[in-house]
């Protein structure tokens, strides 16, 4: 019996795993659309407290799609495009709508142009970082879209109650317009995604963490805040940080010059010419 008359068994094709790799970061942005028009219609119902979490949701999912199509090799042209049209309504039309609804319509118009203006600066922001050659992958330039729209969703998460006067309605206005004025700056905030997960992690950090779910099992909305106002701030408090390092840096020494033998110091020849 040849070598030509033994049976192969065919190999089966992997075509149908590898579209299904290429899909699976997609799924993750349909989802993070969804918890955008999620978002949307709970909070044209009134039910601010169960439309605010959609847009955490919505953050959640997209990095993971991001990181997903990173990790798996899948990233292309398509996906990034999908990925910015699923943020212009999570981190754009959601944040805009929730808020004019909750606290934006005692200001009449001004309340509608606001959130209009918000719109506008997240699609701006999404538009500016498709085109940028980023030169420090530490950095954002701009507040993120998901960071921005963080701060609305956790500010009505806390609160709940929707404003019925001008006066707190104001506030709401600040509220909104600060993240739009950062996204569209040149700040530089602080790149989650440099963050290495492979490293080991030491005692210390298990324990942070661990202290973190516990505030965040106990006080959710506690936690949120602080953490949408806190990276709000950062580069503030990153920059003051800096400034502070620099002026603590101890003075540069005085260089040494030597000197032949039988020749006195600069010094010691400036003051015999006095």
């Not at 509608?112 to 500016?128: C, M, N, P, S």
């Not at 603590?248 to 020849?269: H, K, M, R, T």
Request: aromatic share 10%.
């Amino acid at each position: 019996m040849s070598l030509h008359d033994v049976p192969t068994t065919p190999v089966p094709e992997r075509r149908g795993l590898r579209r299904g790799v290429f899909l699976l970061p997609s799924l993750f942005t349909v989802a993070n659309l969804f918890c955008g028009w999620a978002c949307v219609v709970y909070a044209m119902r009134g039910e601010f407290h169960t439309a605010a979490p959609f847009i955490g949701f919505a953050v959640v999912l997209d990095m993971l799609d991001g990181r997903i199509a990173r990790m798996t090799g899948s990233s292309s042209a398509f996906g990034v495009e999908f990925d910015s049209m699923a943020d212009l309504i999570s981190f754009g039309m959601a944040p805009a709508a929730l808020t004019f609804q909750w606290g934006l319509q005692p200001l009449g118009r001004l309340g509608w142009a606001v959130g209009f203006l918000y719109l506008a600066a997240a699609a701006v922001r999404l538009a500016r970082f498709n085109i940028q050659h980023v030169t420090d992958k530490r950095y954002f330039v701009g507040m993120p879209s998901p960071s921005a729209a963080g701060v609305p969703a956790a500010t009505i998460f806390f609160v709940g109650d929707g404003l019925t006067e001008r006066g707190p309605a104001l506030l709401a206005l600040v509220m909104l317009v600060v993240p739009a004025l950062l996204m569209v700056s040149t700040f530089r905030f602080r790149s989650l995604k440099t963050m290495n997960l492979s490293s080991p992690v030491n005692s210390k950090v298990l324990i942070v963490v661990a202290a973190a779910i516990a505030l965040f099992t106990t006080s959710p909305d506690v936690v949120l805040l602080v953490l949408a106002y806190g990276y709000l701030v950062s580069p503030i408090i990153e920059w003051a940080a800096t400034r502070g390092s620099r002026k603590a840096a101890p003075a540069a020494a005085p260089a040494l010059v030597d000197v032949p033998p039988g020749e006195a110091p600069p010094e010691a020849a400036s003051h015999r010419e006095l």
